[in-house]
């Protein structure tokens, strides 16, 4: 009994390990990665509040370098479409790379420009065929600019390396944990529990990149369409590593259940099986043995007064 609580005790501890390394692995490798973080920055400018935004900085600029230039009808039209320009979405995610290494280092930089160059070609091409005269105008001044602020900007240079010594050190101790429970109590039962419980790990990120967007997908406002927005775009690369966690959990869980029981029974220490044999004699055994003849009251008692 005390092995199977100690047992119990150590799995539990073991998959408490096995989940805190886990979610350090998405810290590190998903959000906190600069390929996703680029592949982010693509899926923002898709976002139609996000586009919205930065069209608005863009008119407010060229207005500012040429007047009463924003009330030209076609100026809205050729800004949507320089930001649907490829070289206006790589400058933007350069950008928003450039944020993320700001957070991840210790620079002190709060204000960030997309590429204006970028943007002045981009805007100048959109206008040669809806307003020749505006797209020249255009060209003659400095290249446009759109700036991202952010005065409070988070510092945390430290968090992935931090993030992958936890998960090195969870994801061992996790091991050595699962290994010493099984050690204790190796039944049938006890693989079906690591199992499940290896499966159980996919939830977190099932509920944070799958649940959790289509819940904020019904609310309305700028900052949710950026979280739905990321949390999909992160999604894509830790889904992979969810659905592997379940199908390990689920594979575990059907060998156990397809090992002969007996096996299982053997190595776990259980009780002998029950005899199964032809039931033993219960008569007195004659003198010469089996095949003698049977010895008398009178003959025994003799003997036991002798």
């Not at 969870?170 to 050595?176: F, K, S």
């Amino acid at each position: 009994m005390g092995s199977s609580a100690g047992a119990r005790a150590l799995l539990v501890l073991g998959f408490l390990a096995a989940w805190v390394g886990y979610d350090a692995w998405l810290v590190s490798h998903v959000i906190l990665d600069p390929a996703s973080t680029r592949a982010a920055a693509h899926a923002l400018l898709e976002t139609p509040a996000v586009r919205q935004s930065l069209a608005d900085q863009l008119v407010t600029e060229v207005d500012r370098r040429i007047p009463l230039a924003a009330e030209d009808p076609r100026l809205a039209p050729a800004v949507t479409a320089a930001l649907r320009d490829p070289r206006v979405v790589a400058a933007f995610t350069n950008t928003v790379a450039n944020i993320h290494e700001a957070i991840l280092s210790h620079g002190n930089q709060t204000t960030f420009t997309v590429d204006g160059r970028a943007l002045s070609l981009a805007l100048r091409n959109a206008l040669a065929a809806r307003d020749p005269l505006l797209a020249a105008r255009v060209k003659k001044v400095p290249p446009l600019t759109i700036r991202i602020r952010n005065d409070n900007l988070p510092r945390v240079h430290a968090l992935r390396s931090a993030a992958d010594g936890v998960m090195v050190l969870a994801t061992v101790a996790a091991l050595l944990l699962i290994a010493a429970s099984l050690l204790l109590r190796h039944d049938r039962g006890s693989f079906v529990l690591v199992g499940r419980r290896a499966a159980y790990l996919a939830i977190t990120p099932l509920l944070l990149f799958v649940v959790l967007p289509r819940v904020l997908e019904h609310a309305s406002g700028i900052i949710p369409d950026i979280a739905t927005t990321l949390l999909r775009t992160y999604g894509h690369r830790a889904l992979p590593s969810a659905i592997a966690l379940v199908v390990v959990g689920a594979l575990i869980v059907l060998a156990a259940l397809a090992w002969p029981r007996n096996q299982f029974d053997d190595q776990a220490g259980g009780p002998p099986a029950p005899y199964q044999g032809p039931a033993p004699f219960q008569g007195p055994l004659p003198p010469g043995g089996p095949g003698g003849p049977a010895r008398t009251g009178f003959e025994i008692g003799e003997r036991l007064y002798l």
